[in-house]
Nanobody, 119 residues
Framework: QVRLVESGGGLVQAGGSLRLSCAAS????????MGWYRQAPGNQRELVAT???????EYADSVKGRFTISRDNAKNTVSLQMNSLKPEDTAVYYC?????????????WGQGTQVTVSS
């Protein structure tokens, strides 16, 4: 099992910045990919950014150039630096980890942290 605990959400004005962090514990050695997803009211959960164990990143088009995902394998953490925030970035942000055992993928989610951007 993998436990993910997020921190760093809050209320910020448009144009401001926030940094989200996620700490993983448990069976962490087999975690391959980590990432951040978000879900706004009435919307489906969507990918924000992911990062592989070797640092390859992927971003949603809506956040490219504004958000940066990073990972510290030694500390078992993944972070999301969010700059130039917009009201449409308002959502609950969830940390995600993918663990592979043989050919089977297991996914784990944090409890979510609220990010609210005021106009």
């Amino acid at each position: 099992q993998v436990r993910l605990v997020e921190s760093g959400g809050g209320l910020v004005q448009a144009g401001g910045s926030l940094r989200l962090s996620c700490a993983a514990s448990g069976s962490i050695l087999s975690i391959r990919n980590m990432g951040w997803y978000r879900q706004a009211p009435g919307n489906q959960r969507e990918l924000v950014a992911t990062i592989t164990r070797v640092g390859t990143t992927e971003y949603a088009d809506s956040v490219k150039g504004r958000f940066t995902i990073s990972r510290d394998n030694a500390k078992n953490t993944v972070s999301l630096q969010m700059n130039s925030l917009k009201p449409e970035d308002t959502a609950v942000y969830y940390c995600n980890a993918e663990r592979f055992i043989l050919q089977t993928k297991y996914e784990y989610w944090g409890q979510g942290t609220q990010v609210t951007v005021s106009s």
